[in-house]
């Protein structure tokens, strides 16, 4: 970070910056604006950008991530590539200005990739190297998701495929170290290439609450394309893999990509707390707040995205839900793309089933009478068929947390099976909060199964298993798991492996 003079010269030479940066955000005290350029490491300088287009995209007001620029304006950060300079223009009220810049350059090796239950392929956190150290709370989580807020970074187009996990990177670190917030705003982000990376840590699956529009973060997920799409259209390829992902993230909650809801505004410039907003299950930031994202180009083509996620991954199981409570009588409902034979099971605590219900059609309604069942925990799924994802959830006794496996770890991380008896294998441990059947693969950088490790039924608590690694070749690895419980919620982890016979 450098303090940057109001006064004198309006440009910071190499002498006040870094002698390379990639990424830069201001920071600026007052009701001004400022605008600024950058000179490449070839000497010629960018044409001026605003420095806060999408002046909304935060954590929501009042949350622990805004403390620390508390009566700061935030720029957004500004993908510049190899770049040695800054200089700046001032509009109106600026008292103080800071630069905060940041140097992720791309890497050579591979991007690491994953599919987690029927999702796209994925680059995990661990795939464009997540700064895990630097995280400052544990994430946290909205009850459900419910619509999805699409997002542009607002930073250069001009980057290569191999330059695409450096600026996931920057990002991170900008948010972070730069903005004070926890972890990076966004949960997922999408290139120009199709590449689709992991945001914001807390499980792809869950409902993360993110910082990228603020008002609006709880009950949404956030994906920005990287790039500028304000005259310029994304790619096909981006186009199609953020449909894909969507239309992913979206069946995983259940949510119709072409209807509508009304969401309660949990404060911003635009939207006062409290305020009813009308929003489609695919909206644009702009729908939220005063801002331009993501973007004109961009914006004018969701609903044409929507129509594509609808007919990506049929057929699909859309509003289910359950009124009612036990002992009495309890009613399912829910809505099907397809004519097809549905089934609703209903089990006790100890995962055995008390009452079923099934039909054939679109539409899903069925009562179960519960009025002779005791208070307890009971657990329900509406299916229909191995095509469909189902969906699953609680009724009665204490509100239990949703399925998780947490703390997936390999000790040691890098394998040595040499015949020296040190580091030949390796301990892959991890917790589950409810019983489950775990699978676990070792997959090569291609996400080819090398070898299943592990498959069979284990407790809730903490599990382990041994990765040995006497016949696998030299090379990078990622062991997969996967956990299925007895309603069928399945959640995935990765962690990655080293195996070497080179000793130091």
């Known amino acids: 970070m450098r303090e940057v003079p109001l006064h004198g010269a309006r440009a910071l030479a190499s002498a006040a910056t870094p002698r390379r940066f990639d990424l830069v955000g201001l920071h600026w005290r007052g009701r001004g604006t400022v605008l600024f350029s950058t000179r490449s490491i070839g000497g010629r300088w960018s044409r001026w950008h605003v420095a806060a287009p999408e002046a909304e995209d935060l954590p929501d007001a009042g949350s622990v991530e805004t403390v620390k ?8 950060p500004y993908w510049t590539g190899p770049a040695d300079a800054i200089r700046y223009r001032l509009r109106g009220d600026v008292r103080r200005l800071r630069a905060y810049f940041v140097r992720s350059s791309a890497e050579r090796l591979p991007l690491r990739r994953l599919e987690v239950a029927g999702s796209p392929v994925i680059v995990p956190r661990a795939g464009w190297n997540a700064n895990e150290s630097i995280r400052r709370e544990a994430p946290k989580y909205a009850s459900a998701l419910h619509f999805a807020l699409v997002h542009h970074t607002a930073g250069s187009n001009n980057y290569g495929p191999g330059q695409s996990a450096a600026i996931v990177r920057a990002i991170e670190l900008y948010h972070v170290e730069g903005n004070g917030w926890n972890d990076i705003g966004y949960n997922f982000l999408v ?19 993110g910082a990228h529009a603020q008002g609006f973060n709880t009950g949404s997920v956030g994906v920005a394309l990287i790039g500028n799409y304000g005259s310029r259209a994304p790619s096909a390829a981006a186009q199609k893999a953020l449909a894909n992902l969507l239309a992913w993230r979206l069946d995983v909650a259940h949510i119709d990509p072409r209807s509508s809801l009304t969401w309660i505004s949990g404060g911003n410039p635009r939207f006062p707390a409290g305020t009813p907003v009308f929003l489609r299950a695919i909206s644009g930031h702009r729908d939220t707040g005063f801002t331009e994202c993501p973007g004109y180009a961009l914006y004018r083509r969701l609903p044409a995205i929507a129509k594509a996620v ?42 055995s089933a008390v009452a079923t219900g099934s039909g054939v059609g679109t539409n899903i309604a069925w009562t179960w009478d519960a009025s002779a069942a005791p208070k307890g925990r009971y657990f329900w799924m509406i299916g229909a068929g191995p095509g469909v994802r189902p969906a699953t959830g609680g009724l009665g006794g204490a509100k239990q947390p949703p399925f998780s496996l947490t703390g997936l770890t390999a000790t040691p991380e890098v394998v040595t099976p040499n015949g020296d008896g040190v580091d030949d294998s390796s301990t892959i441990s991890y917790t589950l909060n409810a019983p489950a059947t775990v699978t676990a693969s070792l997959l090569d950088l291609n996400g080819t199964t090398v070898a299943t490790l592990f498959d069979g039924t284990v407790p809730a608590g903490p599990q382990a298993f041994l990765f040995s690694a006497d016949t696998i070749p030299d090379g990078l690895y990622q062991i997969a798991v996967t956990a299925t419980n007895v309603l069928g919620v399945q959640v995935t982890g990765s962690v990655y492996v080293t195996v070497t016979r080179t000793t130091p």
């Not at 120009?192 to 499980?203: A, I, L, N």
């Open 69 to 76: 620029t508390r009566g700061w304006r935030l720029g957004n």
């Open 310 to 351: 609808a007919a990506t991954g049929l057929p699909k199981l859309y509003a289910p839900a359950v009124k009612g409570s036990v002992p009495g009588l309890v009613r399912f409902t829910g809505r099907l793309t397809a004519m097809l034979p549905w089934t609703v099971t209903v089990t006790d605590a100890a995962g």
């Open 191 to 209: 290139d120009k290439y199709g590449q689709v990376f992991e945001g914001r840590y807390g499980g792809m699956q869950r409902a993360v609450i």
